[in-house]
């Protein structure tokens, strides 16, 4: 049976937040924005690393769609054996900013319901440090993200 070929999504559109949702419609969208946004550039077996749960058919078809999307750059390294790397472009980062004040909403939401978080958290916490210039990769490495140092 072959793929069916996706309708490119170009509206119309009810209002802002439906153009938006569209592009970041997906399980695992935004937590590969954030994972980018918070190392930088990065290879598929470490976004797979870092987005715990998600599938490795589900990472490639999230990372073809935010490619089409113009969220995410694809740098293809001509050497044996292939290298990838995965970054944000300019438009995936003032997207990933967007979602400042939604992830501050969920921070929130976890608070009030007493939710589990798994991972440590810190999703939040990382954005805000990334949006005043802190290295967000060294507090990652230090383990500081658990800890809100």
């Not at 290879?43 to 490795?56: I, K, M, N, Y």
């Not at 290298?83 to 608070?111: D, F, K, M, P, Q």
């Amino acid at each position: 049976m072959a793929a069916r070929a996706k309708a490119p999504r170009v509206g119309p559109y009810l209002c802002g937040i439906d153009a938006a949702f569209d592009v970041l419609s997906g399980k695992w969208k935004a937590l590969i924005l954030w994972e980018l946004h918070a190392h930088g550039v990065r290879r598929f077996a470490e976004l797979r690393r870092g987005v715990p749960g998600v599938s490795e058919k589900m990472l490639t078809q999230h990372l073809r769609e935010m490619e089409e999307d113009a969220l995410v750059h694809r740098e293809v390294y001509a050497e044996v054996p292939p290298r990838v790397e995965y970054s944000l472009t300019e438009h995936g980062h003032t997207l990933n900013e967007a979602l400042g004040a939604l992830g501050a909403w969920g921070e929130e939401r976890i608070r009030r319901e007493g939710c589990e978080v798994v991972g440590g958290g810190g999703c939040l916490y990382v954005l805000r440090q990334a949006s005043r210039g802190f290295s967000a990769r060294r507090r990652f490495r230090r383990g500081a993200w658990r800890t809100g140092r």
